[in-house]
C-alpha cells in the first residue's frame, strides 16, 4: 500500500492558496482515479482507490501546515507503514512555476509542514516538490505562499496537475522516471517535426507560346513591288 499526503492548509480561505498546491496534486488524482470519498480520519481528509496494480491512501491533513506530521504519523501507524511507502506533494520556492521534481530524504529548507514530518517520522519519505516561485526576499515568503495563485498562473497550473496525475500511476510503482516523463508531456510537450519548407521552390509560369509565322507565298517581282508602296 502507497499513502500519497498532500501538504496545505483546511478551509476555503487558503484553498487556491500557493501553500495548498500539494492539496490540489492529490485533489487532481483523486478525480481523475475514481477514488472513493474524501471522509474523515487520521486527522485530515482520506480517500482510497487504486493506481495501476498499487493500493493507494490519499490524505490531505487538517492539522494545519506546521502540524502535518501528527496526521502522517496516525495514518502510518495504522497501516504499519515506513517511510518508504510514503510520497509527499508540496509547494517548493526554490523551483520556478510550473517544474516539477522527485526527491527522496534531505532538509526542510525551512518549509513548515516538512519540518512537522521530519520530527514525526524522519526525512527518508518521497517528495513530489512542485515549484511556485520565490518571491524574491525570505521576509516575504509568508506572505507569498499564504496568497492565491494570480489568474495568469491558472494554465501552467492545470498543465502541471494534469501530468502529475497522470503519471500518478508511475508513481506508485515507484518508476519516477516515466512519471516525469507524463508531467513533461503536459507542461512540455514535443513539438511537431513537420514544419514547413520556406524553400520550396514555386512553379515556373507557364512560359507563352509564339504564334509560328505563316508561309511567304509571294513572287520576288511583288516582293519587291511590296517594298516600294
Known amino acids: 500500500m502507497r499513502l500519497f499526503v498532500g501538504l496545505g492548509n483546511p478551509g476555503a480561505k487558503y484553498a487556491r492558496n500557493r501553500h495548498n498546491i500539494g492539496?490540489?496534486?492529490?485533489?487532481?488524482?483523486?478525480?481523475d482515479h475514481g477514488f472513493g470519498p474524501w471522509r474523515s480520519k487520521f486527522q485530515g481528509q482520506v480517500a482510497e482507490g487504486r493506481l495501476g496494480?498499487?493500493?493507494?491512501?490519499?490524505?490531505?491533513?487538517?492539522?494545519?501546515?506546521n502540524l502535518s506530521g501528527n496526521s502522517v504519523q496516525a495514518a502510518m501507524q495504522f497501516?504499519?507503514?515506513?517511510?518508504?511507502?510514503?510520497?509527499?506533494?508540496?509547494?517548493?520556492?526554490?523551483?520556478?512555476?510550473g517544474k516539477c521534481r522527485v526527491k527522496t530524504g534531505g532538509g526542510?529548507?525551512?518549509?513548515?509542514?516538512?519540518?512537522?514530518?521530519h520530527a514525526q517520522i524522519g526525512d527518508s519519505y518521497h517528495r513530489?516538490?512542485?515549484?511556485?516561485?520565490?518571491?524574491?526576499?525570505?521576509?516575504?515568503?509568508?506572505?507569498?505562499?499564504l496568497h492565491d495563485f494570480?489568474?495568469?498562473?491558472?494554465?501552467?497550473?492545470?498543465?502541471l496537475l494534469r501530468g502529475i496525475s497522470d503519471g500518478a500511476a508511475?508513481?506508485?510503482?515507484?518508476?519516477?522516471?516515466r512519471f516525469m516523463n507524463a508531467v513533461a508531456l503536459r507542461t512540455a510537450p514535443?513539438?511537431?517535426s513537420k514544419t514547413p519548407d520556406k524553400t520550396e521552390a514555386k512553379p515556373a509560369p507557364a512560359s507563352e507560346s509564339k504564334p509560328e509565322p505563316e508561309p511567304d507565298d509571294r513572287s520576288t517581282l511583288q516582293k519587291l513591288v511590296d517594298k516600294f508602296r
Do not use: C, Q
Not at 150 to 155: N, W
Open 108 to 117: 526542510h529548507a525551512g518549509h513548515n509542514g516538512l519540518r512537522s514530518l
Open 79 to 97: 497501516y504499519k507503514l515506513t517511510p518508504d511507502d510514503i510520497t509527499v506533494f508540496h509547494d517548493e520556492l526554490d523551483l520556478a512555476p
Open 128 to 145: 513530489v516538490r512542485i515549484g511556485i516561485g520565490h518571491p524574491g526576499h525570505k521576509d516575504m515568503v509568508s506572505h507569498y505562499v
Open 53 to 65: 496494480s498499487e493500493k493507494v491512501l490519499l490524505l490531505k491533513p487538517e492539522t494545519f501546515m
Open 170 to 177: 508511475d508513481l506508485a510503482a515507484g518508476d519516477t522516471g
Open 150 to 159: 494570480a489568474k495568469a498562473d491558472e494554465d501552467w497550473i492545470d498543465d
Open 190 to 192: 514535443p513539438r511537431s
Open 23 to 31: 492539496f490540489m496534486a492529490v485533489d487532481r488524482i483523486a478525480d
